[in-house]
């Protein structure tokens, strides 16, 4: 299956390569937030991510600059969220334009509700990743 970029540009066919580095993104986030999840962050090391992702040690740290890093994504973009508050309708405060901006890229399928509930369980395993 391929994948396509929506660009002002004709569509594309995204690289071998793109789609591997994309995986692996993937593979090492999926991994630290199982891991997390079931064993706490500071019970997690990034050895154990990588093992559980089949990476090398140092793939990690092409991908995320720090162990924390990996359950903070770019998937939610701020120049999304500035533009959500931007548009948001006559009389809603910005809190509710966040809330919804939120809830329209969030999928509801049950992986995703999976991961999102290990993803908050990872989070809520330090003070550490609560703050942030």
Known sequence: MLQWVQSGEPEVAISRRERKKN????????A?????AA?????TTIE??????????????????????????????A???MAALEARPEGSNELEAI????????????ESLH?????????RSTSVLEGR
Do not use: C, W
């Open 23 to 30: 995986q692996t993104h993937a593979d090492l986030v999926a």
């Open 32 to 36: 630290a937030t199982h891991l997390f």
């Open 39 to 43: 064993n706490g962050y500071e019970g």
């Open 48 to 77: 154990q991510i990588t093992e559980l992702a089949d990476v090398a040690p140092a793939t990690f740290f092409l991908h995320f600059s720090a162990k924390e890093d990996v359950l903070f994504s770019d998937d939610f973009s």
């Open 79 to 81: 120049e999304m969220l």
């Open 99 to 110: 809330r919804d901006a939120y809830l329209e890229v969030l999928s509801y399928d049950e």
């Open 115 to 123: 991961r999102l509930l290990q993803h908050n369980r990872a989070i």
